[in-house]
T-cell receptor, first 113, second 113 residues
C-alpha cells in the first residue's frame, strides 16, 4: 500500500461543477506535488509545494487551484473543467526540496462529462 | 530482452530472462535520475535512483547504469518475473529547477510465463 493517500479514487463531474481532490501523507515530507497523467503518457508536473508554500506552477490554467492547508495535506480544487482535463491526477511527496525520491499515491481518475 | 525506452515503447521477455530497459535523457546537466514502475491502476512506484557522480547502482534484482557521455540510462532486471510486468519510466532532475522531474515516455514490459 502506498504511504501517500489520495481521495476520491474516481470522480465524475460536469463542466460546471466544483470539486476537490485530496492528498495526505504522514511521512513528515515537506515537499508535495500534483501531476497530471493522460492514458499511455508519462506524468506531467502541475504544481510543487515546498514547506507549505507554492514554489512551482507549470502554467496550469486557473480552473485548477492548489491548496496546502498543512504539511500533511494537499488539495486540488477544480472548477469549470473541460473534457480534455479528464486524466489521472497524481499526488507525490518527498522529504524536502532538492533531488530526492518522490513517493506517489495511486491517483484520482477524473472524468469530465 | 532489451528496449530503447523512448523509441521502442514495448518489451516482451520470457519469465526468468533478464530485461534491459533503456532511456535517453536530454539535458547534460541533469544530476539525479530515478526509475519508476507503474502497474495498471496504480501510481508510479520508486524502484532505484542514481546520482550523476555514479555510473552504476544495484538494488534487489535491479541495476541502474548511467552513461553521462551519451546521456543514457538503463535499468536491468534480473530473472524477470510476471510481477515485473508494468510500465517503466525514467525521470531526470535538472539542476536549478526546484524539484522538477522530467519523465521519459515509458516502456511497457510484458513478462511471458
Amino acid at each position: 500500500d502506498t504511504e501517500v493517500t489520495q481521495t476520491p479514487k474516481h470522480l465524475v463531474m460536469g463542466m460546471t461543477n466544483k470539486k476537490s481532490l485530496k492528498c495526505e501523507q504522514h511521512m513528515g515530507h515537506r515537499a508535495m506535488y500534483w501531476y497530471k497523467q493522460k492514458a499511455k503518457k508519462p506524468p506531467e508536473l502541475m504544481f510543487v509545494y515546498s514547506y507549505e508554500k507554492l514554489s512551482i506552477n507549470e502554467s496550469v490554467p486557473s480552473r485548477f487551484s492548489p491548496e496546502c492547508p498543512n504539511s500533511s495535506l494537499l488539495n486540488l480544487h477544480l472548477h469549470a473543467l473541460q473534457p480534455e482535463d479528464s486524466a489521472l491526477y497524481l499526488c507525490a511527496s518527498s522529504q524536502g526540496p532538492g533531488n530526492q525520491p518522490q513517493h506517489f499515491g495511486d491517483g484520482t481518475r477524473l472524468s469530465i462529462l | 530482452g532489451e528496449s530503447v525506452g523512448l523509441h521502442l515503447p514495448t518489451l516482451s521477455v520470457q519469465e526468468g530472462d533478464n530485461s534491459i530497459i533503456n532511456c535517453a535523457y536530454s539535458n547534460s546537466a541533469s544530476d539525479y535520475f530515478i526509475w519508476y514502475k507503474q502497474e495498471s491502476g496504480k501510481g508510479p512506484q520508486f524502484i532505484i535512483d542514481i546520482r550523476s557522480n555514479m555510473d552504476k547502482r544495484q538494488g534487489q534484482r535491479v541495476t541502474v547504469l548511467l552513461n553521462k557521455t551519451v546521456k543514457h540510462l538503463s535499468l536491468q532486471i534480473a530473472a524477470t518475473q510476471p510481477g515485473d510486468s508494468a510500465v517503466y519510466f525514467c525521470a531526470e532532475a535538472r539542476p536549478n529547477t526546484g524539484n522538477q522531474f522530467y519523465f521519459g515516455t515509458g516502456t511497457s514490459l510484458t513478462v511471458i510465463p
